[in-house]
């Protein structure tokens, strides 16, 4: 009897733990769950923004190209402001984005550096 009661009492025991380790097991699965679907969200975000970023840049580049080719040619000895160009022109000009955007990838002087190498480079399969 007292046996019994002892044994009844560890299953007991084991029943309530057996149900808590449930319990606490989904409520890590709902977290693990909510902190994979955050991230999904902020990366569906950033590839759209960057994505959005990407083409507004094409956009502008290709507007201020065509301006670009509208300008006549001067023959002045003092050309107008059309012809000038101002002087931050080389650094922030639009026409010039793809360049900018190339020099950011291969420049390892950057600011914001994304190093990679060109993909028009000879690769050398021997060292590997």
Do not use: C
């Not at 759209?48 to 580049?61: A, E, G, P, V």
């Not at 000038?84 to 390892?108: I, Q, V, W």
Request: hydrophobic letters at 30%; charged letters at 30%.
């Amino acid at each position: 009897n007292y046996n019994n009661n002892i044994a009844s009492y560890i299953n007991n025991k084991r029943e309530l733990l057996k149900q808590k380790q449930i319990k606490d097991k989904e409520k890590l699965d709902e977290t693990v769950k909510a902190l994979q679907w955050k991230e999904t969200r902020r990366r569906d975000l950033e590839s759209s923004i960057l994505t959005q970023r990407l083409i507004n840049h094409k956009k502008d580049m290709n507007h201020s190209l065509s301006l670009e080719r509208l300008i006549k040619p001067e023959t002045s000895l003092h050309p107008s402001a059309l012809i000038l160009k101002r002087p931050g022109y080389e650094a922030t000009s639009a026409a010039l984005r793809g360049n900018h955007l190339m020099n950011l990838a291969h420049d390892s002087s950057a600011s914001q550096k994304v190093i990679s190498t060109p993909l028009t480079t000879i690769h050398n399969f021997e060292e590997f």
